[in-house]
Every structure is written in structure tokens, then in C-alpha cells.
């Protein structure tokens, strides 16, 4: 997208509501003197823990895990956002917009969702690394501000995103959820791309949502924290039920527009046999 140059300027806006109908703000780290209090979530729109996002955070600013990790990197968090616009060198504008944690694909309305590809690497074999197009989904983005005086150092070089920028004191992370490549896609394409089984093999991959191992536990699924936030995840009890069991094992994670490969055309999977809202095509051309 933006090929080996960063982008000369990074901006965001429309940034998320919390209950109250005020900006998203978590500044306020030394009243959480409870467990609950990290686990609860960051917005009606975007159901993450507020651990879940700080320990993210923490793990990318070289922070410990725990409160004090958290802490800081909570105090350097400005504003949590829709909209991110990056300028290029050659000066055109690319646009990411976060939609919260409901997948909006397939919805009339696709202004407020993007899908992106980030390169990895993956194992094949005991040894032999290949590189892989990974599918994400932007949840929100992240601004952080005054990163030198709340933490006493410097931004990491590997953070600084925008070129030629003296003495980078603030970044900004997309909240992205990992899509995996569906169990039934055996065949692999371009950069271990997911092949759509039958005839849109040529044209299409098939994805559905990551998850993390089996052994993975999310505080806001925790009984008192899910008792005061679970009207957030559907409108009845079963819908809510339904919302927890599909997202208690989400992978979620942070990166940077610098990680960014390519915009991803992704669609939900029209058939109705396949489980709603869980299994996606992303469209795609190349040589077969």
C-alpha cells in the first residue's frame, strides 16, 4: 500500500462514545482498585476488556503486563477512534475506519468497516518459515500522546511510523481481530493464501475467525463483569449467549499502519448452511 516509505502524517477522528455519550477515556487507572474494574469493557461499540487493550499495549511499548505496565501505558492513551487518515510521500490519503467489535461485512452500509492484510510469518515443517498474508478486521485505533514524559523514555525506533519525524512522542495502533483460513480452504494460493474450495478458487479465499487456544480466558467473561455488560452484546439473552461463545476465544491484537499490506475485499459468505456471520470470502485475482 504505502510500499518501503512511512507515511509523512498520521491523523484520526470520530472518536468512540463510552456509556455516558462522552469520548472513550481510560485515565482514570488509579480508581480501579478491583479486578472488575480492568474487565470491563472499553465502550458499548467495542467489547474488549480495558485489560485486554492496556496489556496489548503494554506488551508493545516494552511495559511489564501488570497494573503498574498498564498504568503508564493508560496514561499516555489520547483518544480511541473510528477514523484514521495516512498521508503518503506522493501525498494520497488512505482511510481506516473501525467499526467496534460487530462485524458490519455484508451490511449496506461498508464506510464504517475495513479489512486489511498484514504479512507474517507462519511454520512449515520443524524448520522452513513462509511468509503469509494474514486477514484482519479493524476494531478501533489507538492514539498515544506524551510517551516520553510518562514513561521516561523515548518512543522505540521500531515504533515510530511517520518519516522524518524529530523526537516521535506519540503513535497510534489499530485494534485489528485476526481472521483464519477455513477449515475447508486446504489448498494454499499466493503467500499461503486460503483458496475458496470449487470453482472460485481462482478468485476468492475463504476465512473464518481466529482463536485463541482452547485455554484462553477473557476477564470480561468473568460472572460479575459479564453481569454488568452483557446488554451490550445483544438485545436477548440469546443473542448475548451467542455473541460471548463465538468471541470468548477472539485473537485479537495491535498494529501499527506500517504492518499494513494491502486493503482486503471482504465479503460474508453467502450460504446459508455456513454459521452467521462467521465465515468470510476476500476477493482476490492472480495466475492460476
Same mark, same amino acid.
Given at each position: ?152 523514555? &523515548? @518512543?522505540?525506533?521500531?515504533? %515510530? ?6 523526537? #516521535?512522542? =506519540?503513535? *497510534?495502533?489499530?485494534?485489528? /481481530? ?20 470449487? &470453482? @472460485?478458487?481462482?478468485?476468492? %479465499? ?6 485463541? #487456544?482452547? =485455554?484462553? *480466558?477473557?476477564?470480561?467473561? /468473568? ?66
Amino acid at each position: 500500500m504505502i510500499g518501503d516509505q512511512k507515511p509523512t502524517k498520521i491523523t484520526t477522528s470520530s472518536p468512540f462514545l463510552d456509556q455516558h455519550n462522552e469520548p472513550v477515556s481510560l485515565s482514570d487507572t488509579r480508581r480501579w482498585t478491583h479486578s472488575d474494574n480492568w474487565d470491563a469493557i472499553i465502550c458499548p461499540d467495542v467489547l474488549v476488556s480495558r485489560k485486554e487493550l492496556l496489556q496489548l499495549l503494554a506488551e508493545k511499548l516494552h511495559e511489564p503486563r501488570n497494573q503498574d505496565g498498564m498504568r503508564k501505558v493508560a496514561a499516555c492513551i489520547h483518544s480511541i477512534n473510528r477514523h484514521v487518515t495516512v498521508t503518503t510521500v506522493s501525498k494520497m490519503k488512505l482511510h481506516y475506519w473501525g467499526s467496534g467489535t460487530y462485524n458490519c461485512v455484508g451490511k449496506k452500509s461498508t464506510a464504517w468497516q475495513t479489512w486489511v492484510e498484514v504479512e507474517g510469518c507462519d511454520r512449515s515443517g520443524s524448520t522452513r518459515r513462509v511468509i503469509t498474508s494474514r486477514l484482519a478486521f479493524v476494531v478501533c485505533a489507538i492514539h498515544l500522546k506524551n510517551i516520553r514524559a510518562v514513561m521516561g523514555i &523515548p @518512543l522505540a525506533q521500531e515504533l %515510530c511510523e511517520v518519516q522524518d519525524q524529530k523526537n #516521535p512522542d =506519540s503513535a *497510534t495502533f489499530f485494534l485489528i /481481530r485476526y481472521a483464519a483460513p477455513h477449515r475447508s480452504a486446504t489448498l494454499r494460493g499466493p503467500e499461503h493464501r486460503p483458496l475458496c474450495p470449487g &470453482p @472460485l478458487k481462482n478468485t476468492h %479465499c475463504l476465512w473464518t475467525w481466529a482463536s485463541r #487456544p482452547e =485455554s484462553h *480466558t477473557r476477564g470480561c467473561f /468473568r460472572p460479575r463483569p459479564w453481569s454488568r455488560h452483557r446488554r451490550h452484546f445483544g438485545s436477548t439473552p440469546d443473542e448475548q449467549e451467542k455473541r460471548k461463545v463465538s468471541t470468548r476465544r477472539a485473537w485479537y491484537d495491535l498494529i501499527q499502519v506500517t504492518n499494513i499490506k494491502n486493503y482486503a475485499n471482504v465479503q460474508q459468505d453467502p450460504d446459508p448452511h455456513l454459521l452467521d456471520g462467521e465465515v468470510f470470502l476476500q476477493s482476490r485475482v492472480w495466475n492460476s
